[in-house]
């Protein structure tokens, strides 16, 4: 079962930081759905605070964090030298569409030394991932605004798998529309 997860973790794990214009619409289906070239319209202005360089959005309403165990997504501007920032409302153009996967959690097995070597002590250790897309965003109005960031749930290789259209669109609610 180990080499199995780790080859799929492998695999997942070259793909990940590739460019990819198309994401999987719903979950359990092979329907995938081009979004580079798409409109993302923010239909409500956000506010980020002083000194940070995003938004959460989860479940419809922005937010300061989120809830590891539902997708949620980011708005990101380029820098956090502000006393807070707002991103109107508009039009976006999503000019690139690109897959990543960041670690969360690492358990490293107990490392010892001896005078002769460095042993690992059993255990392996074990890491719990978010998958999602990063959405690079494009508008003549709002250069600073860079990407909209989206993930899945926080999970183990052998569970993760980053959010479909339908989760990110239900994830941004009224806030922003995804054509």
């Known amino acids: 079962m180990k080499p199995l997860v780790i080859l799929t973790l492998g695999l997942f794990l070259l793909s990940a930081c590739q460019t990819s214009s198309t994401v999987r619409e719903t979950s359990g289906h092979n329907n995938f759905v081009q979004l580079q070239g798409a409109t993302l319209q923010l239909n409500t202005d956000l506010e980020i605070s002083a000194e940070r360089a995003r ?31 707002v991103i109107r409302a508009g039009a976006f153009t999503v ?14 097995p107990l490392m010892l030394a001896s005078l002769q070597q460095l042993a690992s002590v059993s255990g392996g250790g074990s890491a719990s991932y978010y998958a999602g897309y990063h959405f690079w965003l494009s508008s003549a109005d709002q250069p600073q605004v860079s990407r909209m960031t989206c993930y899945g749930v926080y999970a183990q290789p052998y569970e993760l798998h980053p959010p479909t259209v339908a989760e990110i669109r239900d994830t941004l609610g009224s806030i922003a529309t995804l054509n």
């Open 55 to 85: 938004i959460f959005i989860q479940g419809g309403r922005t937010r300061s964090g989120f809830n590891s165990y539902q997708p949620h997504c980011a708005f990101e501007i380029d820098n956090v030298r502000h006393d807070g920032a």
């Open 95 to 108: 000019t690139s569409v690109q897959q990543t996967i960041d670690e969360v959690v690492r358990n490293k």
